[in-house]
């Protein structure tokens, strides 16, 4: 037996991690000619755009897809950017070796993380054609760009590389590259049309990244183009230290043995996000530690006593350490108005509305969540709604019905917001899309191919959350359109109907023409708003106008709110009748009472915007008489955004505070202002274009 074990044992031998995803490619999206396309042109354009973003600046990106032969599926891609080039001795471990990145160790949020996704398209082009990757990079500081030939040896993990060298690399017009990166790659794939295709992913990594220009060439020669919509770059994201929530057993045994520090005091707070002077010591406590005593000195009880004081098992005073939140500014969210201008470039539509949640943390991880819907314009309304789910800007293509976020949108009853849905259940029906986005220094994915989101019941309820703000959002939106269009033909109505009538009882009895705005006022027996928002192109402003008609025949008071872009850098300016900020994004002006027939005009400008950015303000008001045009407020709408307002506030506080208790008594509860009345100017006013 004992040589059978010997045989046994002399056979095994490791597998290099490269030879390992040769034998299993479909973990790396590889399984079928259709994904194989799709997945390298995704590994080649999220490079693209992480690198732009890194060296600020605008994507220019270019994609080629040609068939070289059509019976064997041979498919030649070229993929075309204007970032900052690699260097030329760092070609062959970017492109020829598994597991080669920065961005591994690194907590922030990136599209990449394993260093697996382009030297995978290497090995698989090298595995169905035989051929290797051609590289072309030029930097700025160099006159002339590298060219190499790179494949890999799935043995060694290691590049191989063949006709190096360096060339001029001309333009079209005439002129010199200044910086970029091209890759042209040879590979056994299917280029196919409709909503799995590399179309479709070009489509919707434009949506969530505004601020880069895409052009695509498919294999019949058509150029589809989806241009920049926005100069603004993301936000720079920073590296931030690991949470103690976020920290496994094997984690805190290599990070403590690997230690300098000659305190464990010292050590958890240099080492961990989160943790203050007095955390360190009451963690310190808790585990029933010398704060002296030397990390890399630690016993293995000793170590575990520490995770558990630092996941809440063991108490300092009866209670759990309380550690502040991990910074946020490891994350870059898409932001609300971008992802509306976004949707709108590419979907055609009446209503879109967008939202970005305040960051949150789950197991010491970062995260935040953003929802857009769009309604109506040329989308179908017998088939169930498109789906749009992102990961970290990155397009989720396949296992829509595994996903985290496509169950966060199943959980909402669509019904009672305008949407068909049969039972409840399931992905809702109608002329809609629906977008969300995670954001996340960690994503958790299903699998290496990062095609559906692992479950969390933390960020789906987050998730959840944003989808019921969007469905009350559009069910107000619809009931307002309806009312609006009845007001508006009642009103074309009467103002067809009565002058033709006065007219002629004139006539009849020989009297003049009488007043008809008090017939009319008692006919409509309706409060009405109409809203204007326009972009300015002369003082480079969005104007905004919301008109309020008083057609009952008694005095109405109200409050009037309307929502203005401040998170997105919107500056409110020429505001003649003042009011006050009711929470943020919504502002809010206490009208004088309005007798019957009278009107009242609120104007202002927004600044700091581009043309496109804010194209509709949502009008709400305060008071017993429904206004047709606006929205009833509805409290637990602003006590929402303030609760938003009030997670911000505890995540942006500095982590160098000691005294987590006392956080909250340095966020200032700043008394409102009482709202000051506006009285309405005299005059005449229109309707729908019509005279009063």
């Not at 991880?365 to 088939?383: A, C, H, R, T, W």
């Not at 009103?491 to 007219?503: M, V």
């Not at 309307?562 to 997105?568: I, V």
């Not at 942006?652 to 208790?661: A, C, K, L, T, V």
Request: with cysteine; aromatic share 6%; charged share 25%.
């Amino acid at each position: 037996m004992s040589g059978i074990a010997q045989k046994l044992a002399s056979k095994q031998k490791q597998v290099a991690i490269s030879e390992f995803f040769e034998k299993n490619k479909h973990f790396l999206g590889f399984d079928s000619p259709v994904r194989s396309l799709i997945t390298a042109v995704k590994e080649a354009v999220d490079n693209a755009l992480d690198a732009c973003e890194e060296a600020r600046i605008l994507p220019s990106i270019k994609v080629k897809v040609t068939k070289i032969d059509a019976k064997k599926d041979i498919i030649e891609l070229v993929v075309e950017d204007n970032g900052p080039g690699i260097p030329q001795k760092s070609i062959e471990k970017v492109f020829g070796q598994l597991l080669f990145g920065s961005r591994f160790h690194a907590i922030r949020q990136s599209r990449g993380q394993q260093g697996i996704g382009i030297t995978g398209v290497v090995m698989y082009s090298q595995l169905t054609t035989g051929k290797p990757t051609h590289v072309k990079s030029k930097i700025a500081t160099e006159s002339t760009a590298a060219v190499v030939d790179i494949g890999l040896d799935t043995r060694k993990n290691k590049a191989t590389k063949s006709n190096s060298g360096r060339e001029i690399w001309d333009l079209e017009d005439g002129e010199m590259k200044k910086h970029g990166l091209e890759v042209t790659t040879r590979l056994k794939a299917k280029y196919q049309k409709g909503r799995q295709s590399v179309w479709q992913y070009l489509r919707m990594t434009s949506i969530v990244n505004p601020h880069a220009e895409i052009t695509f060439t498919d294999p019949d020669g058509e150029v589809h183009h989806w241009p920049r919509v926005t100069e603004r770059l993301p936000g720079k994201v920073e590296s931030i230290k690991p949470h103690p929530h976020g920290i496994e057993l094997g984690q805190l045994q290599r990070m403590l043995s690997e230690s300098t520090d000659s305190r464990l005091s010292v050590f958890l707070r240099t080492n961990f996000s989160g943790v203050s002077t007095r955390a360190a010591k009451e963690l310190c406590a808790a585990a029933e530690l010398d704060v002296k005593i030397k990390p890399k000195q630690m016993s293995p009880d000793q170590v575990r006593a520490l995770l558990e004081a630092f996941q809440g098992e063991r108490m300092f005073n009866g209670k759990p350490v309380k550690l502040l939140n991990p910074p946020t500014n490891c994350l870059s969210p898409i932001e609300e108005m971008l992802i509306k201008k976004g949707l709108s470039k590419t979907i055609d539509s009446r209503y879109a509305a967008t939202m970005t949640r305040a960051p949150n943390v789950s197991q010491g991880n970062p995260y935040q969540v953003e929802v857009g819907l769009i309604f109506g314009g040329n989308m179908v309304s017998d088939k169930p709604v498109e789906v749009l789910r992102f990961a970290n800007r990155v397009p989720l293509m396949y296992q829509q019905g595994g996903c985290l976020l496509t169950k966060a949108i199943e959980s909402v009853d669509w019904r009672q917001y305008g949407l068909d849905q049969a039972g409840g259940k399931g992905v809702p029906k109608g002329p809609a899309a629906i977008l969300v986005h995670l954001a996340s220094t960690n994503v958790q994915f299903t699998s290496e191919a990062k095609e559906a989101l692992a479950d969390n019941g933390e960020v789906l309820e987050e998730v959840r959350k944003a989808m019921l703000e969007m469905g009350r959002g559009l069910r107000k939106h619809l009931e307002k359109k309806k009312k609006m269009a009845k007001t508006k033909e009642k009103f074309e109505l009467i103002n067809d109907i009565l002058p033709a009538i006065a007219k002629k009882s004139a006539q009849i009895l020989d009297k003049p023409l009488p007043s008809l705005a008090g017939s009319i006022t008692k006919i409509m027996s309706a409060v009405i708003c109409e809203g204007s928002t326009e972009w300015n192109s002369e003082s480079k402003a969005v104007d905004v106008s919301i008109k309020i008609y008083n057609y009952t025949a008694r005095a109405r008071a109200y409050t009037i709110l309307a929502t203005w872009p401040e998170k997105s850098g919107g500056k409110m300016t020429n505001n003649q009748y003042g009011g006050r900020k009711e929470a943020t994004g919504v502002w809010a002006w206490k009208l004088d009472t309005l007798q019957p027939g009278e009107n009242i005009t609120i104007t202002y400008s927004l600044d700091g915007l581009e043309k496109g950015d804010w194209t509709e303000t949502d009008v709400f008001y305060r008071g017993s008489q429904e206004i047709i045009g606006a929205m009833k407020m509805d409290e637990k709408y602003l006590e929402e955004i303030r609760n938003q307002e009030k997670i911000l506030n505890e995540l942006n506080s500095p982590s160098q505070i000691d005294d987590f208790e006392n956080m909250e008594d340095e966020i200032e509860d700043v008394e409102p202002k009482p709202e000051p009345a506006i009285k309405p100017p005299s005059g005449q006013s229109t309707l729908f274009g019509g005279e009063q």
